[in-house]
Nanobody
């Protein structure tokens, strides 16, 4: 099973940017999807974004237009570019192997994480 390790978190001011990385121990080209989740203190873990092996993407409504997910199969890495960060984006961010299945509606997916959760990377948005 491929192991995934998150990195790139930190402290940033509101309106700033960060790029998170999800590095895999092996090839990601055959993995159906990689999902980014986040968990804020006292809240449940929630989906942020996902990307399929074919490049299809999925975003949670709160991050649409601000976050971009991408993958580099040659580097076995998935990225989450986060722009226009807000204090409510503060959370521990996790990546996971997942399954994304197209729904009836174009561009929408059912999704589920399949792997175990790693340590995550802390993102703090504060002035």
């Amino acid at each position: 099973q491929v192991q995934l390790v998150e990195s790139g978190g930190g402290l940033v001011q509101p309106g700033g940017s960060l790029r998170l990385s999800c590095a895999a121990s092996g090839s990601i080209s055959s993995i159906n999807a990689i999902l980014w989740y986040r968990q804020a203190p006292g809240k449940q873990r929630e989906l942020v974004a996902g990307i399929t092996s074919g490049g299809g993407t999925l975003y949670a409504d709160p991050v649409k237009g601000r976050f971009t997910i991408s993958r580099d199969n040659a580097k076995n890495t998935v990225y989450l570019q986060m722009n226009s960060l807000k204090p409510e984006d503060t959370a521990v961010y996790y990546c996971n192997e997942g399954l994304m299945t197209p729904t009836y509606y174009s561009g929408d997916y059912y999704y589920t994480p399949l792997g175990s959760w790693g340590q995550g990377t802390q993102v703090t948005v504060s002035s």
